[in-house]
């Protein structure tokens, strides 16, 4: 049992689920899982990186997978890129996120790496309160991934489905309290045919989970009985038609938007940020057709309120 706790922590993937099962509830936070009965929590909880694979690149180069589960409902994360928030071997940025929003964030950005990388090992770790978590990359063959279709089988409309295109209208500056306007053009083949009706829930999740404390267990007060959607698309099933998601990738402060997931009508997407500390945000913008993306990055200068 602990060669194969040790194989998948190794992995980084599947740290979070085996801990569920294996994870004893006084060493819950020690073994990656604050919260091994399944409650909610608004706030409080650690940050778990995950290495989702590796693929090869154009120019024969291979890129490495990165995502990260927070296990708040309610809280983003804000570390710097620096002792709490750094990748190993070499240079601590790899151009992780510094701000990290609620609950799953699948496949968020890829490191590049050199062709002659060999069996070496590439870790991303993350202290939060004190915890330190870890994901841990290396070239195994069984970890080579598709990062656009996921194994998934192209049907002849996914064969001609072209990225959208992306182009973004957003002021560089703005002064608190002031909130900013965001403004996104695409441009779009109309693939995949948009699906009608709601998306159906993955296996096992058809039907709510009920949030009860054990017989022994009192109430605890940080229980989220309902969370609005933090604007990530749709998931493995994609969105239902053509979006644009915003995020802040980079910041001093979390940033909250207006509408997160936006449908596109007549070719354009807008939203507002509002921002609640000054300094220099890294925002991001993704135009989503329910199977491929063109995301732009973008820089807002916020300025401190007049005196």
């Known amino acids: 049992m602990n060669v194969l706790i040790s194989y998948w922590w190794r992995c980084g993937v599947a740290a979070a689920a085996l801990s569920l099962v294996l994870a004893p509830p006084h060493r819950a936070g020690?073994?990656?899982?604050?919260d091994p009965f399944g409650f909610r929590f608004n706030s409080g909880q650690s940050l778990q990186p995950i290495f989702e694979g590796?693929?090869?690149?154009?120019?024969?180069?291979?890129?490495?997978y990165f995502g990260y589960l927070n296990r708040n409902y309610a809280e983003s994360l804000v570390l710097p890129v620096g002792p709490d928030n750094k990748f190993e071997p070499g240079a601590n940025d790899r151009g992780q996120p510094t701000v990290f929003g609620t609950r799953i964030h699948r496949k968020e950005f890829s490191v590049k790496i050199p062709k002659d990388w060999g069996d070496k090992e590439l870790v991303w770790s993350v202290t939060i309160r004190g915890v330190t978590e870890k994901a841990v990359a290396w070239l195994?063959?069984?970890w080579q991934i598709d990062p656009i279709y996921a194994g998934k089988t192209r049907n002849a409309e996914s064969l001609k489905n072209t990225p959208p295109s992306l182009t973004l209208n957003v002021p560089s500056t703005v002064t608190l309290p002031d909130t900013l306007a965001l403004a996104a053009?695409?441009?779009?083949?109309?693939?995949?045919?948009?699906?009608?009706?709601?998306?159906p829930r993955a296996v096992g999740q058809e039907t709510p989970p009920t949030l009860k404390p054990l017989a022994d267990q009192?109430?605890?007060?940080?229980n989220v009985p309902s969370v609005a959607g933090r604007g990530r698309q749709g998931g493995a099933q994609g969105p239902q038609r053509l979006v644009v998601n915003w995020l802040v990738w980079r910041g001093p402060a979390p940033v909250t938007f207006d509408l997160a997931t936006i449908p596109v009508k007549n070719g354009r997407a807008t939203s507002t940020a509002t921002f609640t500390k000054p300094g220099t945000y890294v925002l991001r913008a993704r135009a989503n057709d329910g199977e491929l993306t063109d995301e732009k990055e973008f820089?807002?200068?916020?300025?401190?309120p007049p005196p």
């Open 299 to 304: 820089t807002v200068t916020v300025n401190a």
């Open 185 to 199: 053009d695409v441009q779009d083949d109309g693939l995949p045919t948009p699906r009608k009706g709601p998306p």
């Open 140 to 142: 195994q063959p069984e």
């Open 30 to 34: 020690a073994q990656g899982n604050p």
């Open 218 to 222: 009192p109430e605890i007060p940080v």
């Open 54 to 64: 590796w693929a090869y690149d154009p120019d024969g180069s291979v890129s490495m």
